[in-house]
């Protein structure tokens, strides 16, 4: 009886003596000692060796003493897959106990999406395909995945419609993680306004005007927000106190849409003493007065001297005249002629003739202390005599 005592009580001491009593870490399935390991954050084998204990029936704590005996996760730990690190502990009997640890490298983190500044807007009226979000998908891992994203929405969307339209993106790793995200794709007025009027206008140096007179030459319109004329504005302007000074001078004018789109025009004033007319807009539309009648010949020679046509003589031939009989009366009239010159180039020429009233008073907005003068004298010389007469009474009495 004391004799099979002893063998059970033997048989249990080799038995416990120098095992691990306890296995306890984050990420073990214990009952097959597989440690979960992220791939993008790999562990060392020395740090899954911290998270083992090791006791002992007669030694106590041995964790201290626990030691690699077998490794083929070292090298590999930017590896999907499986691979063995062993671990051993041997007490003070010299009783070696070992333990396989499976780490399984996965990868646990989804890709990411990264958007390309201001690609979440397209201008109406784009192809849609041609002109998708510049978005990106990248995995820390696999890399670049932007060829795997899949998006649903894009057949709700209207490129030809300004508006916002929801497009979910939605793209999976190799190792199953998976990223969805929605993002807002604004369909935007990218057509800038049109900016109409004249390129170039030549005036008489006496003919003065209110210093923005060109103004109403010009209209802007624009697809999306209509009309927008009344929002023109001057942004650059060297004619201005130079009206009657001879000399080419630039005025820069500017529209802008409520999208932001801008249209620029720079007008050139030509402020001249060789011309007849009092202001002639892109060489055919003259501004006349209704006390001057030009001829065949003058209108030549006014086309000449803005440098129109060349200084050569010239067959005219009438197309349409309805200024002539008529150049005494306000309005608009038309002019238009073929010229064959003496070197046998042809010409066509269509002239609008503007004719106004000789009498309409023209304004100085700024004149000098002597044009003040003068406009006083010009406007208010009946009073100035009776007052003489006034004055002159009174010293006689």
Known sequence: MKKKLFLVFFSMFLFIFGTFSSLAAEGFEDSDYVYINNVDSPKTVEEIQTELTATDPFDGDLTLEIYVVFDNYTGNESSLGDFIVVYGVTDSGDIETTIAITVRNVDVSPPEFVVVHESLTIHEGSNLSLNLPDITATDIFEGDLTEEIEITGLDLVDPDVIGEYNLIYSVSDSSGNNI?????????????????????????ADYILASDFYLEMYSAYDNVDGTLTSEIEVVGDNYLGNANVPGTYEVILRITDDSGNITSKTLLITVSNSINALMIIDDYDFYVSNQDLFTEAEIIAELKSIGDLSNANYIVE????????????????EFNFNLLSDDGNEYLREIDFHVISSDINLVVEDPSGWDKVGIFISNYWIVGVVIGVIILGIKRK
Do not use: C, M, W
């Open 318 to 333: 009438k197309t349409k005249d309805t200024y002539t009989d008529t150049f005494d009366s306000l309005g608009l009239h």
């Open 180 to 204: 969805t995200q929605t993002f807002v794709l604004s369909v935007i007025d990218g057509v800038a306004p049109i900016l109409t009027g004249p390129e170039e206008i030549i005036k008489r």
